[in-house]
């Protein structure tokens, strides 16, 4: 593996950092790779970054930030119509797809939806969604293990949540392992 | 919620006679509900559609009760809100 | 000395450059932090004052001010702690009469940069390298600091129990100058144990009151330090001072004294530099950079050899005193500069005045707001390249 | 309260050129600007609403109107009024004002930025320009903390607070800001929160009308920060919060007028006062001590 | 008043090694560093004597015993005293101290200087300090003006005063300083002159002995310039000028003694409350927050 | 346009630089000045004070601190008068973020600093030149200022006037770098009439509201500038901004606003230069200098003329921007240069990097207190002599 | 001169029964007379001769009168004059 | 003439300054020649300095401190013990007479002494012992000319006081002409 880069996007609240954070992490602490994260801010730092940019390789990272990622995450419509035209067109992009509509995708890019705020409503608590997301994520992409990112999920969020939280990741994964199956 | 204590320790003046024409710019609407709170005559209620930011403006429910007391206006955070006076039997 | 083990936070951590100087700081026994928030260097505070109730004797305080920040810190060294301050543009512009202080009364302290865009209120969120030559020059009359640059939040950590070593070791203040991007990017940040954690202790007297002059060089060319409480009841201040750190207002102090704090510094370049070559001995070009810039810098010099060009890159880690002469004995083997760093021309000044004419320097420079483009980096060493020939 | 049914009056009607997309205080905005970065349920909109009404009243043409911001999500009002108006630097707004109207004392000159800004590292500059009796307006928009870098304590929180520098809670007494103005002389002192929309302008033509240093602080949610950190909600239950547990005490002492987390708060105009302003005490002085020689500064 | 009469026995008698030719108070002298440098009939010295004095009645050990100046003639007392003793910037002893004190709260952090550099430069160091309640006792030598820079306006110089950068008389207000010190939190707050050597002594003994943010204000002869530029004489002249118009009114509400050039003057002890101190709340907040993972802080 | 002649006191004055800057400033329209006290800058101020009630329009106040002074300025030059601050060392270290921010707002005003011994509180009441890199270099982020350095009470008068002048042509603050003792020392100036006295206008916008852009540079790179309360409504910040004014926080916009801003005094260099040289022509040696120690230069220069040594002088009269090509062009020439400042090297590294190796140079420097011992200067010629054979 | 108003203004305590003995050490004084004006006893004056800083340092009148009630000690800016008790007869 | 480096010493309150001053201000502004005059300061600026230096000289004056007086004007002891050495060995010395002994100079100096403080007191303000003082210096030096002396001093002093400080200058000038026929 050279280096991937990625993108996730989405609105504040959504927990669109902590989903970029804990890509890297379960990579670069439990799968022993590199990852670098970014991410917009706002004017001054209000928390109103929007979008987390990951580069995952087994080589160190240099340039710091992503370029053209060849994976999206994308949360909200808005995020599609600003992030989507860096897509690397042979990439693929992985949507709420409650809440975005991926038009206008060159056809070489592979779409995988997923009503990631619905799982997470049904689990109870609509604020997990990005960690449905990250599930997602884990089995589409292949870009992180499965073990490492219950890991990092496990050591990021608050204590107490953590049950909850690994559900919501188990929801996701299998979600997505059922669409890569499908495929 | 509790009870509204809005004449005292806001002190906004008595509501007078004049019935005011509410204009809302949407598009402007944070949602942040605050007109639809405070209109003394709960005229507004949040309405169940989405402005491009995403936010539900307010919607007129009981445009006759307006009285144009200007406090919609004053309190919307947006410029989003404001009322005119109409002159009796008059329609915009 | 081994660090204290109570401020290591041993293990492996995703965290961002302003984390992981904060860890450095604790790491290296910093325990006290006067803060006062400013963008993009807030974190580091933050994280402090969220650590400082579970590190015995850890005290963080948001000061009202810059100016009180930054000198609270020194209230603070010469009651005993290693202390620091953090800050980004605005802030260090504030700090400057306070840094000015602690070079003069030779109080080892830290003054964190992490740099955005200038000048004045600029790029809050954006990151520059622009405020180099303001940690050298920026406050009135001469001095000499250190200053460093780290390029990634492992060294982040490492350099800042570096930054705390320096500034012990000369009783100077010591510039650690990150930048917005090093500061907000999340990476693996290795902290081992305490036990394999070198700390330069503080140097105090051995010798009892009465015996010691606070201001008597060692034959390093530096006193030794005392603290208040210990009953030597002793002066300090930041007028020109005699050995007793009595004020003593005449060109004869002023020179015994103020050339030793330069040259405290000028004549330890050798010992206190540290920069890391790749493949400079048979480059023809070879880009100067720091900072973040050193790992954009890596990309272009990739890209430059791809089409052929012998290049090797020098980046710089301690950035201030500059290596003048290791850029002069390549200068002398004919090699091309070109120097990479976010802002019109600093460092790029330094170099150009080192190489003494033997050897072509460019500038691969901008205004900050993003890394550098790769493109015009490598354009930069083709550009150096053809003066060569 | 004159000034309030006045107000109520001004409630306005169509005029010929009259359209309905715009709002009647577009004017007044840099509309090339907006959507301005304030979020939902922010008070700071509020109080430039208040503002706009407040000049409106006042009558003084917009040209001869500055203000002055330091840096903050409040410093950005400066940004969003159409007048002529400067962002300086953090905390500094008040000295610059200060020149600003010694050199053109025709203009009418606000400051209008955060408690940060104007009493953390501006208490200086506060505590002097009110002694010195300046000419000016200041507007403080006080939401407990340093919003515009992420919610730090500032010298106004409430004890207890949970800020990112203060994250188990803060054990800081914060400023009782009518206390401290009024103890260095500022000749109009009121406390309004966003809720209070009608007094905060009445405040407002008040303080505009009033010759000297006047100063207003708005108790403001900040419900991206302050608000959620204490668990208080959104701007709006922050504004229920405010009309439940505010008590209007015009004339109350300012020495009884601290702010406690979760105790009731008092807002109301506390001082009112007479005072010659620094450029009336000086002429009248160069006057007195130079006779005929000297001609009234006028800039 | 015990500690008074305390005082009063304290006149000390011969010692065994006594030495007629040392004053009792030179060991708390840098007699290496005299003669000083103020001039004769300059309050500072007084000051500093009365200081010496309160130390020896609290039975401070000399060693724990920290004096911090800023930058002028006042600024010059840490210069003079053989403790451990800080000559920092202009305007920021009160931030030096501030961090020395939390740093090690076992010292006893003293900061002795003028009201131009307390005050005017660096006024919101005093104010933040006052507010946290840092236990620390400010003694400040207020002579209305800069005198080491030559005798400029101060913030604190009474209307009407004549100096180099107010040729003609100031037109500006003066602080009230007792009444600031109020406003933000001073839990001791007293005003003497350098005639009222004993109870310059007294208060500093209870300032000293009173945890928190003490404030002392010492109304003293500048007679070089302040009471030159008056023609006020000399200040032995001033001094005889103070007895005959200074009213002792302990307990005076703060609001009512800020000073005229040429009118009576209250002197006195206005301010003594209890407010636990910044370290003091933040060991009790955090005991209560973190429970007993957290130890007292205690340096 | 011509001097007010309200503001000008023509005649012969025995007065010292302090009082001869006051001089010049009012001659130059200035009528605001925001002070605070310091040794030795404090007698400019002093007679701004007693002038001003007796000049019409003029105004002096003195600020809480260094802070507010030099930012009261900016407010009153954007209400339309012209002005200027004036301080020492300590602080002119408290003013750096507010000359960022003029930079950044592209404000002409005026900055003096009267320098004394430092670092720190240092000397002061005697007479240093180490604030030379800080004016250059002090404020955060990349940017150019314009420095001029007077020899005589005659010169603070005369280059007052050209501060000012070169301050409102290039919209930037300029720094007035004077010293105790040129502050102190009293000569004879000689005021001329207010007809010949030649006033740099500012440059107002002719555009009415709606049409102009207050950062759109003209021509020269320079934007015209309006004042508050003319109807033009507009906005001022210190953030990086557009045409219009408005903030736009990205890097092409700092690219372009800041490249600019450094620009417009770098690309007029050839226009802003001046230096007066005595000798140059054929000397061997050429001593470069400024502010009082060029007048010691003199008589060291003589002294080692006497002992056969061609020697000439180069005396910065403008410091920043500096000379580069000039200097370049003599070391071509072959000739030595000894750099005599009252500091440990700060001009001298300028000098260093503009020989570009061609030439030795040697510093004749000292930690200041007092004006250099001309025996000083006379070995450092001798040394560079040496260097040539 | 003005009638003295000791014991109000400046409270300084009420002289006691000891009797002190005073030191002046002349050298140090700057002759600025706070304790000649301010003993309450009168025990001292200004004398005529100079000492080497040019100032004239006070001389003992009645020493006789001194209470050792420390006001000199305490008033003197220049730390050159203090006393102490003297057991009834004692001399020095 | 090349160039006269005078030095004035006293202590605070007797005019020193001022003296130095009026004969700078009298040599540059009323003989033509060029004058600089710098003095000594205490610790910052608290007008303690207490003495003065002026430079006279038909051309360009360069370095601006006095290195080796030709002339000194001293009007204390301390000065007088302070200063003297400096004094070039062929120079002169003016002392106010019953404040200061001479002693201890080389033999090749020469002396000129005046009672100007009893002088000052005669006319009835001692304050005016410098300008005394200064008509001493006219006579004995010949280095300024009385007139640009007396426009110095009619131009420097207090609105008021002219009339006696050129009486003091005057009788100061009389007493120098009489040492100077005597010697
Ligand atoms: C000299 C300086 N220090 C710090 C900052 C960072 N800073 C920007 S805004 C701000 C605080 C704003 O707080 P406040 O004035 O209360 O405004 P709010 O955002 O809460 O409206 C700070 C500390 C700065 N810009 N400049
Ligand atoms: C930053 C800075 N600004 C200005 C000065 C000059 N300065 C030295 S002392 C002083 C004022 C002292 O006044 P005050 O504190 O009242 O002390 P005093 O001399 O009256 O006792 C000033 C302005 C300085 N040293 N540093
Ligand atoms: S003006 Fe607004 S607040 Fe008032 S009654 Fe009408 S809708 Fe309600
Ligand atoms: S107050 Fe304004 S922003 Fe808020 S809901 Fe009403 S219209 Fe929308
Ligand atoms: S962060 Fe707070 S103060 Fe800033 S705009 Fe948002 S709600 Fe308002
Ligand atoms: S100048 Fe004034 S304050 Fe300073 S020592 Fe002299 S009398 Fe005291
Ligand atoms: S102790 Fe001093 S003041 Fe008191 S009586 Fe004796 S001489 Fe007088
Ligand atoms: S108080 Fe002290 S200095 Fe003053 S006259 Fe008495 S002994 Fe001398
Ligand atoms: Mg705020
Ligand atoms: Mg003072």
């Known amino acids: 593996m050279a280096k991937t880069e990625i993108k996730i996007g989405g609105f504040g609240g959504q927990g669109v950092i902590l989903t970029g954070y804990i890509i890297g992490k379960a990579a670069s602490i439990f799968d022993g790779k590199n990852a670098t994260m970014t991410q917009a801010f706002g004017p001054e730092a209000r928390g109103s970054a929007c979008s987390a940019q990951v580069i995952v390789a087994a080589d160190a990272i240099l340039y710091p930030y992503v370029k053209r990622p060849q994976i999206m995450v994308i949360m909200s419509q808005e995020a599609f119509t600003k992030f989507s035209p860096q897509l690397d067109p042979n990439g693929m992009i992985l949507i709420e797809e409650e809440l975005v509509d991926p038009k206008g995708l060159p056809p070489t890019v592979k779409v995988f939806g997923i009503p990631a705020t619905r799982i997470a409503e049904e689990l109870g608590r609509k604020i997990v969604l990005n960690i449905v997301m990250a599930g997602f994520f884990t089995a589409v992409t292949g870009i992180v293990s499965k073990d490492a990112m219950r890991k990092a999920i496990e050591s990021s969020v608050p204590k107490g949540t953590e049950g909850l939280n690994l559900l919501a990741f188990e929801k996701g994964y299998e979600y997505g392992l059922g669409k890569v199956q499908a495929q | ?92 | 000395m081994k660090a204290d083990p109570k401020g290591v936070l041993t293990g492996s951590h995703y965290i961002d450059g302003d984390h992981a100087c904060c860890e450095g700081a604790l790491a290296s026994g910093c325990r006290f932090v006067g803060g006062y928030p400013i963008t993009p260097s807030t974190e580091v505070v933050e994280r402090f004052a969220r650590r400082a109730p579970m590190v015995e004797g850890a005290h963080f305080i948001q000061m009202e001010d810059e100016l009180a920040a930054s000198i609270a810190i020194q209230g603070a060294v010469w009651a005993g702690k290693k202390a620091m301050t953090v800050t980004s543009g605005p802030g260090f512009s504030l700090m400057m009469e306070h840094i000015g202080l602690a070079v003069m009364t030779e109080t080892p302290c830290v003054f964190v940069d992490v740099q955005r865009g200038g000048p004045s209120t600029g790029l809050p969120t954006l990151p520059g390298q622009a405020d180099m030559m303001q940690a050298r020059w920026g406050s009135h009359g001469d001095y000499e600091i250190i200053a460093l640059s780290p390029n990634s939040p492992q060294e982040c950590f490492d350099l800042t129990i570096d930054a705390f070593n320096l500034s012990e070791q000369y009783r100077v203040p010591v510039m650690f100058m990150m930048d917005e991007c090093v500061g907000h990017m999340m990476e693996r940040v290795v902290i081992p144990p305490a036990d394999r954690i070198e700390i330069t202790p503080r140097r105090y007297t051995a010798l009892p009151p009465g015996e010691y002059l606070p201001f008597k060089p060692g034959p390093d060319m530096i006193p030794e330090m005392f603290k208040a409480g210990d009953g030597y009841r002793l002066h300090i201040t930041g007028l020109t001072h005699d050995f007793k750190g009595y004020p003593a207002m005449n060109p004869e102090v002023q020179e015994q004294l103020v050339r030793r704090l330069v040259d405290k510094i000028r004549l330890s370049e050798p010992k206190i530099r540290r920069y890391e070559e790749d493949g400079v001995e048979d480059a023809d070009v070879v880009v100067v950079t720091y900072g973040i810039t050193s790992r954009v810098a890596v990309e272009a010099i990739e890209a430059a050899r791809k089409r052929g060009i012998k290049v090797g890159m020098l980046r710089l880690v301690v950035v201030w005193p500059f290596p003048e002469p290791r850029i002069f004995e390549l200068a002398c083997r004919g090699k091309a500069f070109v120097m990479a760093e976010m802002n019109y021309g600093q460092i790029f000044y330094e170099v150009e005045r080192s190489v003494r004419g033997r050897a072509p320097v460019v500038l691969a420079g901008h205004g900050g707001g993003t890394v550098h483009n790769i493109d015009d980096i490598v354009k930069k060493i083709e550009e150096a390249h053809r003066c060569l020939s | 309260m004159s000034v309030l049914s006045e107000l109520q009056k001004a409630s306005l009607s169509p005029t010929p050129d009259f359209h309905p997309e715009n709002h009647p205080m577009d004017d007044f905005l840099r509309m090339d600007r907006m959507p301005h970065i304030w979020c939902s349920t922010c008070g700071i909109g509020v109080s430039v609403n208040c503002f706009a009404k407040a000049l409106e009243k006042c009558q003084i043409p917009l040209d001869q109107v500055v203000v002055v911001s330091g840096i903050g999500c409040t410093g950005r009002v400066a940004g969003y009024v159409k007048v002529d108006s400067f962002h300086t630097t953090h905390g500094r707004a008040i000295p610059f004002a200060t020149g600003m109207k010694l050199a053109n004392p025709k203009l009418k000159v606000i400051v209008f930025s955060g408690d940060g800004d104007i009493i953390a590292i501006g208490g200086n500059h506060f505590i002097n320009a009110a002694r010195r009796n300046i000419d000016i307006t200041v507007i403080c928009v006080n939401n407990f903390n340093y919003a515009m870098t992420g919610g730090q304590l500032a010298s106004t929180t409430p004890e207890g607070s949970v800020l990112s520098t203060s994250p188990f809670g803060s054990y800081e007494f914060p400023f009782n800001l009518p206390f401290l103005a009024e103890s260095v002389g500022a000749v109009y002192v009121a406390r309004w929160t966003s809720l209070h929309v009608y007094n905060q302008t009445v405040s407002m033509v008040e303080a505009l009308k009033k010759p000297g240093f006047s100063f207003i602080e708005v108790i403001a949610p900040c419900p991206t920060i302050f608000e959620r950190q204490q668990k208080m909600g959104d701007g709006l239950d922050r504004l229920r919060w405010y009309c439940e547990n505010s008590d209007i005490r015009n004339g109350a002492s300012t020495k009884d007028v601290d702010i406690r987390l979760r105790d009731r708060m008092v807002v109301g105009k506390f001082v009112d006062v007479e005072r010659p302003t620094y450029l009336e005490a000086m002429n009248a002085h160069y006057r007195e001590r130079l006779g005929s020689k000297y001609k009234d500064y006028e800039g």
Chains 1, 8 share one sequence.
């Open chain 2, 1 to 92: 919620m509790p009870v509204r204590q809005r004449e005292k320790p806001f002190g906004f003046p008595k509501p007078e006679t004049p019935h005011g024409e509410i204009v809302i710019l949407e598009e402007r609407c944070k949602g942040c509900g605050f007109c639809i709170e405070y209109c003394p005559h709960d005229v507004l209620v949040l309405s169940k559609k989405f402005n491009a930011k995403g936010y539900h403006p307010p919607e007129v429910v009981k445009a006759e009760l307006c009285v144009d007391c200007g406090f919609c206006r004053m309190i919307c955070p947006e410029f989003a809100i404001y009322t005119y006076e109409l002159k009796t039997g008059e329609k915009p």
